[in-house]
């Protein structure tokens, strides 16, 4: 089994939506991170969490420690959103981060 | 002020031969580390460096071997190509303490590699 698991692994929106991205994972965490993912390869680091909530623009991140849970939602939702989202943690003083899947977001016009 | 830089960008290689590749943190960044992306394993860590010390190292046979510089440039090296290697050689960089400091983690555009 996956230490972290993504949903949804694709999803399509309208432009205006409200979207949520959710992370679940199995062990205990430093810290969490959001991450954007644009076709041709390149990754924007989002978020660090490790605990609470943080917001930048129309994104927000979450973070629920006991149950092992993260969100990212976008408001607003527009086509530039379109992307590969993955969540990623770092485990103790391991400074290697461990991936999700991602999720394939289509936000369209 | 520039980004992370990785070259080359697209690079092919025959099986058996050895590929090196190239990355230049921000400047003042002391922390590089390595993923390697598929489409069917993902993105995986493969080591990191900060002041040219390999801090972390992820499960990848010894084929795959990095450095870093004085002026923490770093590269990476794969020995003896499989066809599996192909992938997406991503480096990112940070200032001092890598992922755990909670500084910003600035992801290079990657290599990539296709290995025929």
């Known amino acids: 089994k996956n230490e972290v698991e993504q949903s949804p692994q694709n999803l399509t929106a309208q432009e205006g939506e409200f979207i949520t991205i959710n992370c679940s994972y199995s062990v205990g965490i430093s810290a969490l991170h959001w991450l954007q993912q644009h076709p041709g390869g390149g990754i924007v680091s989002l978020f660090m969490l490790s605990s609470g909530k943080k917001k930048h623009g129309r994104l927000i991140a979450t973070i629920n420690i006991q149950e092992k849970h993260s969100s990212l939602h976008i408001t607003a939702s527009h086509p530039r959103d379109s992307a590969v989202y993955i969540c990623?943690?770092?485990?103790?003083?391991?400074?290697?981060?461990?991936f999700g899947k991602g999720t394939k977001l289509s936000v369209k016009p | 002020k520039a980004g992370v830089t990785q070259t080359p960008r697209y690079l092919i290689k025959t099986r058996g031969q050895q590929v090196t590749l190239s990355c230049s943190p921000i400047s003042g960044h002391r922390s590089v580390s390595w993923y390697q992306q598929t489409p069917g394993q993902g993105l995986q860590f493969l080591f990191e460096y900060f002041s040219e010390t390999q801090r972390n190292k992820g499960n990848f046979p010894g084929r795959f071997s990095g450095r870093q510089f004085s002026n923490s440039r770093s590269e990476m090296n794969v020995s003896t190509l499989e066809l599996g290697d192909s992938a997406l050689y991503l480096c990112?960089?940070?200032?001092?303490?890598?992922?755990?400091?909670?500084?910003?983690?600035?992801f290079g555009e990657g290599s990539w590699l296709t290995v025929v």
């Open positions: 990623a943690f770092t485990r103790g003083s391991q400074g290697n981060l461990i």
């Open positions: 990112a960089s940070s200032l001092g303490g890598g992922v755990l400091s909670g500084n910003t983690i600035y």
